[in-house]
């Protein structure tokens, strides 16, 4: 039996389950210590419970789509309104190299995984599907990709397998990252930072704040007292901003809809998302560079994330894990192998190109975070390193802004050169 929800319905269950998902993740040590987004936490056992009703009852669910498409669109437009190309010269040459070799591993990665699948007897397609498309694209990219599979070229499954591999990536990019560059820097001859006694009052609220808490909790660390000063000149996110922000993405979205009609059938056609990546940093880089406009990156990340968050928590209600029964197998070898190669890479190539040094470690950490998860992960990784040794302002520079952002560049145009190959 089917059931067809419409738009509100499934915004409001996909609300719920991000609301889940934040519940599991503060429940739940090993979610927190791996990263695991909160609409991934809620949405795999939303899954598992749309699962037990198909097994059961023969339940089969359908959610609003356009919806769906909407938000994942913000998503990657947030990505290219976030994208200024100014900021290349902070990071300098080596961002560059970086952002080569972090490019040059996507190729390696994709190239293994149609090899595997071929020879394991999958749709070579489903090998960048367990490539680049979900490890280092994350669950935003193997949802929009796994759309397009499933429409474009009949690759059944697509979208639960992407989410499926990513949700594994997250947890293998946070174990690999810490053995990886404790090694390398043990060969170096660095050893661990002694633990100061008296720590100061900013070194101890650092350590009570979190990747995703705002809240700093200096009530606990120092009673009532405030210990930064907070300006009057602060840029709020108010409903005149927040209506600034959306018209910026609605022009992305327009550019994309104008270029997916125009494209059609031509040799640049391309997904609508990647042409809302695209609309998004064009606009950011004429306004900034052009017009000297002042961008509000702060209310584009908001509804950004937010938008990824509906994105995926809608995306993990439509799985169908009955799907990939039958794949579980092959695809288990094929993010291992993907895992020791990550390992490989990032041990001999990541670390002797960046330089060979302490910093070059470091980077290395947070290559295996995103090269198998996403950026978040990589900045944890990073973390756990230079809490036991000692900073490195280097890495912490160049790994959010080729995480967040060039990666996602690159990765959309080799997937999109990988699947006009006559083999696929």
């Not at 990709?145 to 990019?173: D, M, N, R």
């Not at 008296?198 to 990747?211: C, F, I, R």
């Not at 330089?355 to 973390?383: E, R, W």
């Given at each position: ?13 996909a609300t719920l389950v991000l609301l889940m998902g934040r519940f599991l993740v503060k429940k739940i040590k090993f979610l927190e210590d791996f990263n695991i987004p909160e609409p991934v936490a809620g ?382």
């Amino acid at each position: 039996m089917e059931v067809t929800l419409n738009g509100y319905y499934t915004l409001i269950l996909a609300t719920l389950v991000l609301l889940m998902g934040r519940f599991l993740v503060k429940k739940i040590k090993f979610l927190e210590d791996f990263n695991i987004p909160e609409p991934v936490a809620g949405g795999l056992v939303a899954a598992i419970i749309v699962y037990a009703l198909n097994l059961i009852w023969g339940y089969s669910f359908n959610f609003h789509q356009d919806l769906q498409t909407a938000c994942m669109l913000m998503f990657f437009a947030s990505i290219g309104l976030s994208a200024d190309f100014g900021r290349l010269k902070a990071g300098g040459t080596p961002l560059l190299v970086f952002t080569v070799v972090v490019s040059s591993f996507i190729i390696v990665q994709d190239i293994a995984g149609v090899a595997l699948a071929s020879a394991l007897g999958l749709d070579p397609l489903l090998g960048l599907v367990t490539g680049s498309i979900a490890l280092t694209g994350g669950h935003g990219t193997a949802g929009a990709w796994g759309i397009t599979l499933e429409e474009q070229y009949g690759v059944v499954g697509a979208t639960t397998l992407g989410i499926a591999v990513a949700t594994y990536g997250l947890v293998a990019g946070g174990v690999i990252g810490g053995p990886v560059a404790r090694r390398l820097i043990q060969n170096l001859g660095v050893k661990p930072s002694p633990v100061d006694p008296n720590p100061s009052d900013v070194e101890k609220l650092a350590g009570k704040q979190s990747l995703y808490s705002t809240k700093h909790k200096e009530e606990e660390a120092f009673g009532n007292k405030e210990i930064f000063e907070k300006p009057d000149n602060i840029r709020l996110i108010t409903a005149s901003s927040a209506i600034e922000s959306f018209a910026l993405f609605a022009a992305a979205l327009a550019f994309a809809d104008f270029m997916t009609l125009v494209g059609k059938d031509t040799w640049f056609e391309l997904p609508t998302f990647v042409w809302a990546l695209a609309g998004g940093v064009i606009i950011r880089n004429v306004l900034t560079m052009v017009f000297d406009f002042d961008m509000f990156d702060r209310a584009i990340d908001v509804i950004g994330n937010a938008s990824l968050s509906l994105f995926l928590a809608m995306a993990l209600l439509s799985l169908k894990l009955w799907q990939l029964t039958d794949l579980a197998g092959p695809v288990l070898i094929i993010l291992l192998v993907q895992t020791l190669l990550m390992i490989g890479f990032a041990y001999f190539i990541t670390f002797k190109i960046m330089g060979k040094d302490y910093d070059a470690s470091v980077l290395a950490a947070g290559h295996c975070g995103f090269g198998m998860g996403a950026t978040p992960t990589a900045i944890a990784n990073m973390q756990a390193v230079t809490d036991r040794y000692q900073p490195s302002p280097k890495a912490f520079l160049i790994v959010p802004m080729v995480g967040a952002f060039f990666v996602d560049i690159v990765n959309a145009t080799v997937l999109q050169i990988f699947t006009k190959l006559p083999f696929m």
